[in-house]
């Protein structure tokens, strides 16, 4: 008969609830260990007797009891223990450098909601060391002490991170599962009469987002084979990007996800660059339209809000998302970026179509 002390599951299972809150501190495998072992040494033992049959409604009831004060003990661990590793990684080494890397990483999830977690580490250590640079600092962790305690670093990181860049059809594999979903409400709607769709490409850039909506939509209604109203409306709040939009000439580069049949039929070769035809030009309507002051457009069946949300603190997008729900027909679709996440009260009023795809719909 072994005698074992229930309260270390209780801890370990709190601290992990824990953890998933908290930001800025080490979560290595011997922090933990030592976090818990700080906990431990300031509560009570309750040991019971390995054959005991129902282990777990004892610690179940036991963490009913104690709940509040473990959870007490364990945010003083954290503070005094996960602030400041005790292991051994050597100041420098390259497994600090990435701690601290992945530290920084969750920091700005936790603060901003955006997940960059995803995005290729080597493209953003390059693109961070520029901010680091400016800030005169040299490691990780001492950047994300100039992010505390000067928050408006944050939208000069984000302006480095990813700017007013675009392209026709990012993140082109994503935009093949949007593509689906384009043939399937055009589908929807011919079966219910309906022969005419609003489209809101809220933060356009210059323009390559709504093209490429409306190229993809010419493609679908012409193997349905049915005149069809497209109406896409293309926000932005820089006017520069607008300008651009508007000429609707393009670069090579941005036009790297475009297949030559597409290329030769919605393109003009102009000066070394492609101008996008007539055709897909009047598809789109561009505005000067601010998402966080202006009022928002009405009746759409589907808003675009890709990579956007990167300039706005969780609240901001939160806020967003309703406005997306009130701009949006019943059974609407909101698509955003790739690293957008769906936050607050907003995931009761939507559900999820495509995860990988950000594609979700009104309920
Ligand atoms: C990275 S681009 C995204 C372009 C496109 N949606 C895409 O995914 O390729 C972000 C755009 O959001 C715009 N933006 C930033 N803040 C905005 C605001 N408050 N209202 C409207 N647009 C905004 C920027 O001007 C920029 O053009």
């Known amino acids: 008969m072994q005698l074992r002390n229930i309260m270390l599951n209780i801890v370990s299972d709190l601290l992990d609830q824990t953890l998933l809150k908290t930001y800025d501190i080490c979560k290595c495998e011997k922090c933990r260990t030592d976090i818990i072992a700080y906990v431990l040494s300031r509560i009570p033992a309750k040991y019971v007797t390995t054959d005991v049959g129902a282990i777990s409604t004892l610690v179940e009831q036991e963490k009913v009891e104690n ?26 080494s390259k497994e600090d450098k990435d701690k601290a890397f992945e530290l920084l990483l969750d920091n700005i999830y936790q603060t901003r909601g955006i997940d960059f977690r995803r995005y290729l580490a080597r493209v953003l250590k390059r693109r961070i060391s520029r901010r680091m640079t400016v800030n005169k600092v040299k490691s990780y962790s001492d950047y994300l002490r100039v992010l505390t305690s000067n928050p408006k670093e944050y939208d000069e990181l984000f302006n480095v991170l990813t700017i007013n860049v675009s392209e026709f059809f990012r993140d082109a594999k994503i935009f ?33 987002e709504p093209y490429s909506i409306a190229i993809a ?66 598809l789109v309507t561009f505005y000067h339209h601010n998402l966080i002051a202006d009022t928002h457009f009405e009746k759409v069946d589907i808003v675009f809000c890709r990579n956007v949300f990167i300039f706005f603190n969780r609240s901001l997008q939160e806020h967003l998302i309703m406005t997306f729900y009130k701009a949006l027909k019943k059974d609407g679709y909101l698509i955003l970026g790739a690293v957008e996440t769906f936050l607050g009260e907003a995931k009761l009023v939507f559900n999820e179509i495509d995860l990988k795809a950000r594609i979700y719909q009104k309920i």
């Open 217 to 282: 939509l010419r493609e679908i209604i012409e193997k349905e084979g049915v005149p069809f109203n497209i109406s896409i409306i293309a926000t932005d709040i820089d006017d520069k990007c607008l300008k651009v939009a508007k000429t609707a000439e393009y670069k090579q580069i941005s036009l790297r996800n475009v297949n030559k049949y597409l290329l030769q039929k919605y393109f003009m070769p102009t000066h070394g660059k492609y101008r996008v035809k007539d055709e897909i030009k009047r």
């Open 176 to 208: 093949n599962t949007i593509r689906k979903t384009l043939s399937e409400v055009i589908e929807d709607k011919i079966k219910r009469g309906k022969y005419s769709i609003k489209i809101w490409s809220a933060g356009c850039a210059s323009g390559e």
């Open 67 to 92: 709940e509040a004060e473990i959870i007490r003990k364990i945010i003083e661990a954290i503070k005094t223990i996960g602030k400041y590793p005790q292991h051994e990684f050597k100041k420098g």
